[in-house]
């Protein structure tokens, strides 16, 4: 798990999840991180998760300056390339105060201390810890999508086919009375004179 600070979180949102770096402290830890391996973001400070992300590369070194230095030295030159694979809107974060306290991650603090388990900056949580958040996370992601699913088609727009226009024109034609249509929208042939 990736522990950000509010502003770093930002700015790691802002390069679409691409790149994580950590600094000298975190070499060691860098150095095992795979590609494949699947990271959770946790905001320090707001004590939420919001996204989670699949590392593509192995580590490098880059210090060119992107995040923002929360302690005296701290340094981003460990880095790890990233694809992102669920990121929830901001009122969809999951609130760790809810969900914390019931991770095995946190068991070995008093309860009133939990949020203590995460002041580090890299975590290594057990697998049914990973699964317990990043289930919820696809819970409101499948809600958000079937909520969205509904109310494009309560307002005739599905998906990106143009039905929804096509559907806004069939109600614009059925609304205008016939006197008022111009030449274009009046029928190409009269079927009563068909029979």
């Known amino acids: ?75 981003f030159q460990y880095r790890v390339k990233l694809k992102p694979d669920i990121v929830l809107d901001e009122e969809d974060y999951i609130d760790a105060m809810i969900l914390g306290p019931r991770l095995d991650y946190v068991k070995r603090w008093a309860p009133e201390n939990w949020p203590l388990a995460f002041w580090d900056r890299l975590h290594l949580l057990p697998q049914r810890d990973f699964r317990l958040i990043e289930g919820e996370m696809e819970r409101i992601t499948s809600r958000n999508n079937r909520t969205n699913k509904r109310e494009n088609h309560e307002r005739g727009t599905d998906d990106d086919n143009g039905v929804g226009m096509i559907n806004d024109e069939i109600q614009n034609q059925a609304e205008t009375p016939p006197s008022d249509r111009s030449d274009d929208d009046s029928p190409t042939e009269d079927c009563s004179q068909l029979e």
């Open 1 to 75: 798990m990736f522990v950000e600070a509010p502003q770093n979180f930002e700015i790691t949102r802002e390069i679409d999840f691409s790149l994580f770096g950590m600094g000298a402290k975190y070499r060691r830890r860098a150095e095992r991180m795979q590609p494949q391996d699947r990271v959770l973001f946790y905001i320090n400070g707001v004590r939420k998760w919001p996204a989670s992300a699949t590392i593509t590369s192995t580590y490098f070194e880059d210090n060119s300056p992107l995040w923002h230095p929360t302690t005296r030295g701290e340094s």
